[in-house]
């Protein structure tokens, strides 16, 4: 068994992939090819945004509109700990300094609470600016936007939503990526929606913010190639890339729709034996990630070895939150600042997640798991 198996996608929709790669190499262009283009006009009316603009990855993705806005040295982003690096990384590679928020104990997703209550100890301090908010939707579930937009109103925060885990998701009948002042979103090879590379694409509604986004694109040009106007990066995605995601793109809908059956199925044969995720009232999941709470860490080193005996593969998202990670020891985060990261993080793990997962095989793992 795999834990994300892409070959049943591929077999579902090979020649029209094959297709769309042979138009780019009968075309030739490589870079910035009409793929990208017909992409990023899908991608917009799939997220219900005005503007979307495809590039190189996740992380640039959430990289790009921190430079457009001139977020930098002396700012203050907050973000969750419990999250993938590049989520903070890029605060950093930006110039400006993560502030950690700890997360809800049953979404994992940022603590709207202890937001405002992190937000009231940074201008208290007065060292740093509060500038921007990255809320993550872990594992694919939103995070709670009706009550993080009205704190980010109130403190003139821009939102930066990081949708890579959750493009495809729905939040009170908004999609993801429509949430904040602009999204993020990754085509990873293990994302919900992923080519075969990396790949990724910002989400706003705001005309300005797109045309910086289209010169951060490409080195922060300015009328033509040779003038630069700001400090960009190379963040374009391939035309093969693109013409991958727009064969994928038709069947989105009806994976998300498998996953959330699959889900379903997960959770009705668990929860009797293990926390299952919870989703709120009003909210779909993408699920990037299926995750469960075993009792503690010995529980779940018994459970992980159960699966891997019967050639069944688990991971753990993520075992070190980002307040203890080494590359930010410089911020002077302690073990026990961030409880609840901390503490979910020593339980959880993820199973096997993809559209085409059989009932056979969710019975089984789910019998393992029992004994
Ligand atoms: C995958 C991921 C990213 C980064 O995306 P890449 O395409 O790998 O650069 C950022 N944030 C989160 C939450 C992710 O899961």
């Known amino acids: ?3 994300i ?4 996608q591929q077999s579902r929709i090979r020649k029209m992939i094959e297709d769309n790669i042979m138009n780019v190499l009968n075309h030739g262009r ?15 009316e799939f997220a219900g945004t005005k503007h979307c603009v495809a590039c190189s990855s996740g992380t ?13 040295a002396g700012d203050a982003v907050f973000t969750t700990p419990f999250t993938f690096i590049a989520t903070a990384e890029v605060i950093s ?19 709207p609470e202890k937001l405002e209550q992190a937000i009231e100890k940074v201008k208290a301090e007065g060292k740093l600016n509060p500038k921007a908010i990255i809320p993550v ?3 694919g579930l939103p995070a709670d936007y009706d009550r993080i937009i009205p704190i980010a109103e109130k403190y003139d925060l821009l939102i930066l939503e990081d949708a890579a885990q959750s493009f495809g998701a729905n939040y009170n009948s908004k999609k993801t990526g429509s949430f904040g002042d602009a999204a993020a979103t990754s085509f990873f090879p293990a994302k919900p929606l992923a080519c075969y590379g990396d790949g990724g694409a910002i989400f706003t509604n705001n005309d300005e913010l797109k045309e910086l986004l289209l010169s951060v694109r490409v080195h ?5 190639k040779y003038s630069n106007d700001r400090i960009g990066i190379n963040g374009r995605i391939d035309s093969i890339q693109a013409a991958i995601l727009l064969a994928k793109l038709t069947i989105f809908d009806d994976e998300i729709e498998k996953r959330n059956k699959v889900a379903k199925k997960y959770s009705e044969k668990l929860k009797d034996n293990l926390v299952v995720p919870y989703i709120p009232e009003g909210s779909i999941s993408a699920w990037a990630q299926y995750s469960v709470l075993a009792n503690d860490s010995k529980h779940r080193d018994e459970l992980m070895n159960a699966l891997k005996q019967e050639n069944i593969p688990s991971a753990i998202y993520y075992p070190i939150p980002l307040h203890l990670q080494k590359a930010f020891a410089n911020l002077g985060y302690e073990k026990g600042d961030m409880p609840v990261s901390e503490d979910i993080g020593s339980k959880v793990f993820s199973l096997p997640m993809h559209p085409y997962l059989t009932d056979e095989e969710i019975d089984m793992i789910a019998s393992i798991l029992a004994k």
């Open 1 to 3: 068994m795999q834990f």
């Open 5 to 8: 198996d892409l070959k049943k």
């Open 30 to 44: 490589y870079i910035m090819g009409p793929e990208i283009n017909e992409l990023e006009e899908k991608l917009a």
């Open 60 to 72: 640039d993705a959430l990289l790009m509109p921190l430079l457009a806005w001139g977020i930098g």
């Open 93 to 111: 590679l930006a110039g400006a300094t993560p502030v950690f928020v700890d997360i809800d104990e049953d979404t994992y997703n940022i603590d």
């Open 137 to 139: 939707d872990i594992f």
């Open 220 to 224: 922060g040009q300015g009328k033509n």
